[in-house]
């Protein structure tokens, strides 16, 4: 079955420095997540992207994030300038074109910003 | 704006006893309802989900939930559970955007199942 990967499963990063998480989502899917968890909190919608554009972004994205499908495949999160309050696992999900279609997951990203 | 309440942040049950967990949703049109199920390492596995029509809705692994409008409740239910579904369980309502079809999630807090043998 089809799926969606993340790498790296960990990233270690200093307050300051860029970071770039990625993920392929699955391949005949046309829209794209990034969602967020705290430790201990719940599960944040960051940002949605369609049509190699944003589509829909929440206030916790801000200009320190960005989002970019370089390619037919990949679709990453960039964080230009980390903070510790950005330590979280970053989840990546994708949909195909109907409304309410399942998003599927991928197993995340544990990012720790020290 | 939305909101989802998952009231049991650890419940413990044991091997073969029935399961409610319980989710309760604030939104002000008919919600989009979503039962995930979280393994460690693992990454957010749709249950089941619920849009319209019957309000009892069945998934996978044995799951079913049941959309209670009057209650503003989606409680996810199992007969019989196994070892196996010691996890964390989300809860999650969608939310309709008119344009660009973003239709994102927001999600619970979860609550984390511990199944005793």
């Known amino acids: 079955e089809p799926e969606v990967t993340q790498t790296p499963s960990h990233q270690v990063t200093q307050m300051g420095q860029e970071v770039i998480l990625r993920c392929v989502p699955i391949?005949?899917?046309?829209?794209f997540y990034w969602y967020r968890q705290i430790l201990g909190q719940k599960v944040e919608f960051l940002v949605s992207?369609?049509?190699?554009?944003?589509?829909?972004k929440s206030e916790i994205f801000d200009d320190q994030f960005s989002v970019e499908r370089p390619d037919g495949s990949n679709f990453t999160l960039k964080i230009r300038s980390t903070k510790l309050e950005d330590s979280a696992m970053y989840f990546c999900?994708?949909?195909?074109?109907?409304?309410?279609?399942?998003?599927?997951f991928g197993p995340g990203t544990r990012l720790t910003v020290l | 704006a939305q909101s989802v309440t998952q009231p049991d942040i650890h419940i413990t049950v044991s091997e073969g006893a029935s399961l409610e967990l319980r989710c309760n949703y604030s939104y002000g049109a008919t919600p989009y309802l979503f039962w995930y199920v979280q393994s460690p390492g693992q990454g957010l596995q749709l249950l089941l989900k619920y849009f319209s029509g019957d309000t009892l809705v069945q998934g996978i692994k044995g799951f079913e939930a049941e959309f209670k409008r009057s209650q503003s409740s989606f409680n996810l239910r199992k007969p019989s559970v196994h070892w196996s579904d010691a996890a964390e369980y989300f809860c999650a309502v969608g939310e309709t955007i008119l344009t660009g079809g973003g239709n994102h999630l927001t999600f619970g807090t979860g609550t984390q199942l511990k199944v005793e043998l």
């Open positions: 391949s005949n899917h046309l829209y």
């Open positions: 992207f369609y049509n190699n554009e944003i589509s829909e």
């Open positions: 999900a994708s949909r195909t074109s109907g409304s309410w279609d399942t998003q599927y």
